[in-house]
Antibody, heavy 121, light 110 residues
Framework: EVQLVQSGAVMKKPGESLKISCQGS????????IAWVRQMPGKGLEFMGI????????RYSPSFQGHVSTSADKSISTAYLQWTSLKSSDTAMYFC??????????????WGQGTMVTVSS | QSALTQPASVSGSPGQSITISCTGT?????????VSWYQHHPGKAPKLMIY???KRPSGVPSRFSGSKSGNTASLTISGLQAEDEADYYC??????????FGGGTKLTVL
C-alpha cells in the first residue's frame, strides 16, 4: 500500500528538542519531494518546507527558516522534522505530504496522518 | 505569504450542491493554474480531491469539480452525501517557489 506513516503524538516541555518522523512505503521514496505542513489548533494549514530525500536538497518557508530542520534517512524511507528548542507556540499538528511527480508535480498527492506535538511546561 | 481566504463554514442538504471559494492574489491563485483542494476528516490523512484547478485524481467522484476566475478558485460538490462532511483546504503554488494554503472550510451536511 502506498502510504506515509508518521510517528505518534508527543508531549514536550519548552526548550526541549524533538524529532518526528514520516515513513513512506509502497513507492520509491527517493523519487519524490516530501513536505512538512503545520496546523495550529483551530487554524488552517501552513507550508513549512520541503525536502528531496535523494540528495537532501531542502527549501524552507521564510516563516520557519532557522527554527526547524528537515532531514531524511534513505535507507529506511523516512523523513524527519526536528526542533532543537521547542516553544509553546510549536504546539500543533504536523503533517508530511508527498509532492506529486510528472503531471501532479504542483500538488501534494499523498499525506501522512499527522503527528500532534504539544509543548507545555 | 498570506494564507488564501476561504469561508469558515458552508452547509447543504443531501443531494444539493455547494461551492467553496478560495481567494488569493496574482502571485498565487491568479498567477498559476496550480490550485489544489484537499478533504480532511479530522484524525485522518488529508486527501487530494482536485489539482491543477480542475483535475480529479483517480478515484475521486465526479461530483467534485474545480474552477478558477482571476484570483479566486472554487470547489463545487454536487449531489452532497453525508460522507462529504469534512474540512476542505485549498492550496496554490506561488511566485516564491513555495505553496500557500487556505484557512479551511468546514462543510456540514444537514
Amino acid at each position: 500500500e502506498v502510504q506515509l506513516v508518521q510517528s505518534g503524538a508527543v508531549m514536550k516541555k519548552p526548550g526541549e528538542s524533538l524529532k518526528i518522523s514520516c515513513q513512506g512505503s509502497g513507492f520509491s521514496f527517493t523519487s519524490y519531494w516530501i513536505a512538512w505542513v503545520r496546523q495550529m489548533p483551530g487554524k488552517g494549514l501552513e507550508f513549512m518546507g520541503i525536502l528531496y530525500p535523494r540528495d537532501s536538497d531542502t527549501r524552507y518557508s521564510p516563516s520557519f527558516q532557522g527554527h526547524v530542520s528537515t532531514s531524511a534517512d534513505k535507507s529506511i524511507s523516512t523523513a524527519y522534522l526536528q526542533w532543537t528548542s521547542l516553544k509553546s507556540s510549536d504546539t500543533a499538528m504536523y503533517f508530511c505530504a508527498r509532492r506529486g511527480a510528472g503531471g501532479t508535480a504542483d500538488t501534494f498527492d499523498l499525506w501522512g496522518q499527522g503527528t500532534m506535538v504539544t509543548v507545555s511546561s | 505569504q498570506s494564507a488564501l481566504t476561504q469561508p469558515a463554514s458552508v452547509s447543504g442538504s443531501p443531494g444539493q450542491s455547494i461551492t467553496i471559494s478560495c481567494t488569493g492574489t496574482s502571485s498565487d491563485v491568479g498567477g498559476y493554474n496550480y490550485v489544489s483542494w484537499y478533504q480532511h476528516h479530522p484524525g485522518k490523512a488529508p486527501k487530494l480531491m482536485i489539482y491543477d484547478v480542475t483535475k480529479r485524481p483517480s478515484g475521486v467522484p465526479s461530483r467534485f469539480s474545480g474552477s478558477k476566475s482571476g484570483n479566486t478558485a472554487s470547489l463545487t460538490i454536487s449531489g452532497l452525501q453525508a460522507e462529504d462532511e469534512a474540512d476542505y483546504y485549498c492550496s496554490s503554488y506561488t511566485s516564491s517557489n513555495s505553496w500557500v494554503f487556505g484557512g479551511g472550510t468546514k462543510l456540514t451536511v444537514l
